[in-house]
């Protein structure tokens, strides 16, 4: 599902006003505790929804002994964006104001790009012949550490650790077709900022997430072509969390 950019601002700044307004608005929770301490402790679970934007890259050669071909290749970097969502469950341990924690999810992730490649030379009367290469991904899913900073109400951490995945791939070069399913493992990188009240906490959260690269062959009597994907992209998300 590819996703508008305007409305992605908007649901962020939403979210983000969201937490801002839920903060100023409960003073009173604040002084029922004249400590005026919160504590993250315990195990939670929560969703979370917001954006991946692409930055895969993808590359195409072909090369081989036939009259029509000469060695050529291409490449492009990916810039779409898709809406994102799923579920989390976590732990945090506290001690003073450090919370130690960990993370897994599990998301949609809905990329689906396509390219075209017209690569020049004869093949009898057709002119010349095109390299079609497509990729879908429809869910990602991590495992990772905190490390976070509570200040009383508000929580601002990093975080990162594994990520994984899936990538299915179609090819189509001249009358020839090729598809390929396979299962990414990489790894994630990111921070984020959590508010709590009661047992719920609120929060907006980046991440980073390469899941490596793979590479998909197609050969003939007088060909070979190779199609590569740098599997990568960023997720900004809102996340709504309780707190067992």
Known sequence: ???????????????????LAVAAATPAAQAADPTGSYDWSGFYAGVNAGAAFNNSNVTSKVTGSAAWISDSDGSSDEQGASFTGGG???YNWQIDRLVLGIETDINYGGFDESHNT???GLIGASGAVSNNFSYQSDWFGTLR??????????LIYGTGGLAYGT?????RFGENKSNSDWLALGWT??????????????????????????????SDTDY????????????VRATAKYNF
């Open 1 to 19: 599902m590819q996703l508008d950019l305007g409305i992605l601002m908007k649901f962020i700044l939403l979210a983000a006003a969201t937490t």
């Open 88 to 90: 989390m469950l976590g």
């Open 118 to 120: 017209t690569y020049p």
């Open 145 to 154: 550490g905190r490390l976070g900073y509570a200040m009383d109400n508000v």
């Open 167 to 171: 990538l299915e791939t179609k090819t």
């Open 189 to 218: 990188a990111g921070g984020g900022i959590e508010y709590g009240i009661d047992k719920w906490s609120l929060g907006l959260e980046y991440l980073y997430v390469d899941l490596g690269s793979d590479s998909f062959s197609m």
């Open 224 to 235: 070979t072509l190779k199609n590569e994907v740098d599997y990568r992209f960023s997720v």
